[in-house]
């Protein structure tokens, strides 16, 4: 049997690159029943947006017909999203920029 591939993108996620990857290193290594306990239990921004993205390419699969205890993580990434640019006024008509940096997760979940 081929094996199907269920993916779910999360666009402009308003948390930093390094919270996002430290985390998505400790996921990668378990199952997704303990993934779903763990994110559950932490109250973290970026467990927030994980879980997020986990419920959301589950009901992928589910509405595919694919049972909960057969998915397997294929892959999980982080991409650099939009920067949005603000301008901080100074003092004698001077301005400081601050970017606002936004990141992009993806998630592949394997059938099979």
Not at 45 to 50: A, D, V
Not at 60 to 67: F, R, S, W
């Amino acid at each position: 049997m081929k094996k199907k591939i269920i993916k779910s993108f999360l666009r402009n996620v308003n948390c930093s690159f390094k919270k996002l990857k430290k985390n998505i290193n400790f996921i990668k290594q378990h199952n997704i029943n303990s993934i779903f306990f763990f994110l559950n239990q932490n109250n973290c921004k970026s467990f927030f947006f994980l879980n997020k993205i986990f419920k959301n390419c589950i009901n992928n699969a589910l509405n595919l017909g694919i049972k909960f205890e057969d998915l397997k993580i294929h892959s999980i990434y982080i991409t650099k999203g939009k920067i949005l640019k603000k301008i901080s006024p100074r003092a004698k008509g001077k301005c400081d920029f601050v970017k606002r940096i936004s990141n992009n997760i993806t998630l592949f979940l394997s059938h099979g």
